[in-house]
């Protein structure tokens, strides 16, 4: 895929808003086109965290192996979301594995280069900090009704 | 004299007897007020000795005391301790019964099957709730057939008050201490100067046909005047009164309000209130099966919003708190009750205030709301 | 209101108070704690009429009532309820079998406005239990499916043994304009569909990402959490508030408001509700304990 290509797409997603051309553009540089089929594993539990995902098209799911149960499967993130922030924060080791459900067409962005971007260009760092808080916010909330038991008999 | 709908005439006390035969001999069950375990109860009377004559009552928050007051009145209490509910809404009231049939079941009828019934007695403020009771029990999109058989051949004999009672506040309301309309005879008892009589203005053509088998004379001005007077003694007494200008919209824009906390510490939701109140109409359900479980019926029995159990589905109880239920009966009353049926829930009758244990007052209640208009219990909200 | 004349019109001397006998034709287990009825009058006359998002009240010899809405289809010949096993009443109707006799008064409420959504484009959102009281919504869509646009029905359940219609559901898949999209708060192993709250099914959906304002209907049902979050998620995602309709649940002991448990401020839940257009109840639906 062109850069423009990958520039385009990122303008045109909500994560993106608000960003000027010169930080899409440095973000941009950041970004490869990635694609998985189903089944395949976008990461896995342990690994080292160097990348973040737009997942473009698709469905992933988050899942946890449990022994003796298998891989459960914690929640599915569809397309037009962001995967993954375990690159923000040390030990920078991914929590959960992340299988494609469906094929996947996803914008796979080097963590350590974003780092490297936030750190020259301090705002560019603290307007990204401020959207994937968004984003662990929902997945919070999101979590937190999950585990509420909403449709239970006591709810 | 021809006696017709609109005459106005006199009954001697003595002569009052007629009253009660005429209704007796068309077949009316006739309830009237008796002294009776302390307080002034609605049972059938046959007999004019039967009345409470020369017992008053003393109400106030959580009091209620009848003494002889050593007049000669028979109507000179103020209200009973339950309204006419118990004629025309009695606690519970059997609906239909069912059959087994084989592995199935048929209906069998069994509805309650009451008779005439003549209400003597009836306050201002009391006859205003048999008319609420009517509009939302026959007049609204679906009507209940058990109130509307009681309902049907009533016959009110109405008794204007010649004081206020303690908790009184009829006239605030609007609904008293005259009986305007409604009513198929309504009584004003005026003893003095040696005569002890009632004036007695004539409702309707079943009013008119039991007074002309009454010994009557035609009222004079004298008697009319001595009759307004007596009512505009009543209307100078009372004691209370309730600020009704907007207060649908006051009550509920006042949900948060700290005041509904405050009630909750004194409030038992014992549901007294609901029990005394002619207005309050809940009601829960019963089904019983006889002890071969051939046959089963459904009761309809009195239930109050004061329950935890009223407000249960299947997730939990939505008005758990005490303030949340006294709430509710507080803002239905007064507040909702316009929108669903076109008038104040409350006739201003004071037995909510008599009859509570701790003398709660939804005058002073809806006072207190008002006073603390925009309040709530979110700091730095006021 | 026209919509509320139209439904139950059906003359009943004893004021809707007395139920008439209906037969269990076919008895079925949905999931571990829910069952499905197929019913037919006992006499043996036409089934009663109803329009979707209303409910009976269905009465047990000697054990009692208690309202289910109704699951069927508008336009069938028999009347279908999918029963939750939630208390005595209900866990007593879960040993009905074919032929046993039950009572039905009903139906009564307020329906699902199927007219108002004509010529757009209808997203229905249910939780758990409540896609018995929509699923006549999709009914209805798929006997006039011209009159409608693109349909998409979103549904989340506790865990995947708990989701309801999974066959039927395959069914309606196959429509055109048509997606059903499931998901489930907890997965099981083995489950390999969606996992996540029922508003991430939202923005999945093919229309979500920008439901057209002036031609979009949404119906939501479900516990009352569920539907306060959804209400919020579909005002994001552009669906006006004047076209978002809810479906309340109250205590009920009589349906036809005269026992006054059902209350929410002014209105009765079975004769003004259980369907509300959000927008008229917005000041009061969220209130605590009201």
Redesign the interface.
């Known amino acids: 895929m062109e850069k423009n290509e990958i520039e385009a797409i990122l303008k045109g997603h909500p994560f993106f808003e608000g960003l000027d051309a010169g930080q899409l553009s440095a973000i941009a540089d950041c970004a490869t086109d990635s694609q998985y089929e189903t089944g395949q594993f976008i990461f896995k539990e342990g690994q080292p965290s160097e990348h973040f995902f737009l997942i473009r098209s698709g469905g992933v799911a988050l899942e946890i192996f449990v022994p003796g149960k298998g891989p459960i499967i914690l929640q599915t993130i569809h397309e037009n979301s962001i995967l993954g922030w375990s690159w923000l924060v040390p030990p920078y080791k991914k929590q959960y594995d992340a299988q494609a459900v469906k094929p996947v067409k996803a914008l796979k962005f080097d963590g350590k280069k974003v780092r490297g971007l936030c750190e020259k260009d301090p705002k560019l760092g603290c307007t990204l900090l401020m959207k994937f808080s968004e984003i662990m916010s929902e997945r919070l909330w999101a979590t937190r009704i999950q585990i509420m038991d909403i449709y239970g008999k006591e709810s | 004299m021809a006696v017709k709908p609109g005459s106005t005439v006199v009954v001697a006390k003595e002569h009052l007897q007629g009253v009660l035969d005429a209704l007796l001999k068309r077949d009316y069950l006739v309830a009237g007020p008796v002294a009776r375990s302390g307080v002034i109860s609605y049972e059938p009377v046959t007999s004019v000795t039967e009345l409470p004559e020369g017992w008053t009552d003393e109400q106030e928050g959580g009091k209620y005391r009848l003494v002889k007051n050593g007049g000669g009145k028979l109507f000179g209490y103020i209200s009973a301790a339950q309204s006419w509910k118990r004629v025309l809404f009695p606690s519970e009231r059997r609906m239909w019964s069912v059959r087994r049939d084989g592995k199935s079941f048929a209906m069998a009828g069994g509805a309650e099957k009451p008779g005439k019934a003549a209400l003597l007695g009836v306050r201002a403020c009391e006859l205003s709730a048999i008319l609420v009771q009517d509009r939302v029990l026959m007049w609204d999109r679906f009507s209940d057939p058990l109130y509307a058989a009681r309902r049907r051949n009533l016959f009110i004999a109405a008794v204007n008050c010649g004081r206020a009672g303690g908790t009184c506040f009829c006239e605030s309301m609007g609904t008293g201490p005259k009986a305007e309309s409604g009513y198929d005879i309504a009584l004003t008892e005026i003893s003095g100067d040696g005569r002890h009589y009632f004036m007695v203005e004539v409702g309707t053509e079943a009013g008119a046909g039991v007074m002309s088998e009454v010994e009557v004379t035609e009222a004079g001005d004298a008697e009319k005047a001595a009759a307004a007077a007596v009512i505009a003694a009543a209307a100078g007494s009372m004691g209370r009164k309730m600020d009704t200008s907007g207060i649908k919209e006051l009550l509920f824009r006042n949900f948060e309000n700290p005041r509904w906390q405050q009630v909750a510490t004194r409030c038992l939701s014992c549901g007294n209130c609901t029990m005394v109140c002619p207005t309050c109409f809940c009601t829960a359900v019963e089904d019983r099966t006889s002890l071969d479980g051939n046959e089963a019926e459904r009761r309809s029995l009195w239930d109050s919003c004061f329950t935890l159990d009223y407000s249960r589905i299947a997730g939990g109880i939505i008005r758990q708190s005490v303030s949340s239920r006294y709430r509710q009966w507080l803002v239905h009353k007064l507040a909702a009750w316009h929108d669903q049926f076109g008038s104040s829930g409350c006739v201003g009758c004071g037995r909510c205030i008599t009859w509570c244990p701790v003398g709660i007052d939804l005058t002073e209640e809806a006072a207190a709301i008002r006073e603390s208009d925009g309040d709530t219990m979110i700091k730095g909200e006021n | 209101m026209a919509r509320k004349a139209r439904a139950a019109a059906r003359h009943n001397a004893?004021?809707?108070?007395?139920?008439e006998?209906y037969?269990v034709v076919k008895a079925w287990r949905e999931t571990h704690?829910s069952f499905s009825l197929e019913l037919a009058p006992?006499d043996g006359s036409p089934v009663m009429r109803f329009l979707p998002g209303q409910f009976n009240m269905i009465y047990l010899?000697?054990?009692?009532?208690a309202p289910i809405s109704i699951s069927g289809d508008p336009a069938g010949k028999t009347l279908v309820h999918t029963i939750?096993e939630?208390?005595s009443v209900t866990r007593r109707m879960a040993k009905l079998k074919e032929?046993?006799?039950v009572?039905i008064r009903g139906p009564f409420g307020t329906d699902w406005p199927m007219d108002a959504a004509r010529g757009n484009d209808i997203v229905v959102v249910a939780?758990?239990?409540a896609f018995a009281p929509v699923r006549p919504i999709i009914y209805s869509v798929f006997n006039e499916r011209a009159k409608y646009g693109k349909l998409a029905v979103l549904y989340?359940?506790?865990t995947p043994g708990?989701l309801l219609y999974e066959k039927e559901a395959k069914c309606w898949r196959s429509h055109e304009d048509t997606e059903v999209l499931m998901?489930v708060?907890?997965?099981?192993?083995?489950?390999?569909?969606?996992?996540?709250?029922v508003?991430?099914?939202i923005?999945?959906s093919k229309s979500g990402?920008d439901f057209d304002p002036y031609n979009t209907v949404a119906m939501v049902c479900?516990?009352?959490?569920?539907m306060r979050?959804t209400v919020r998620e579909l005002i994001k995602h552009g669906v006006p508030e004047s076209r978002i309709w809810i479906s309340l649940?109250?205590?009920m002991?009589?349906g036809?408001?005269?026992?006054?448990?059902c209350?929410m401020?002014?209105h009765?839940i079975c004769?003004d509700g259980p369907v509300f257009r959000h927008d008229r109840i917005r000041d009061i639906v969220n209130?605590?304990?009201?």
């Open positions: 004893s004021g809707f108070m007395v139920p006998l037969r704690d006992a010899f000697g054990v009692g009532e939750r939630v208390g032929g046993d006799t009572g939780g758990g239990i989340g359940a506790r708990d998901t708060d907890r997965a099981l192993p083995g489950w390999s569909g969606n996992v996540g709250v508003t991430t099914l923005g999945r990402n479900g516990p009352e959490l569920m979050f649940e109250r205590n002991k009589c036809i408001g005269l026992c006054g448990h209350q401020q002014s009765f004769k209130r605590r304990e009201l």
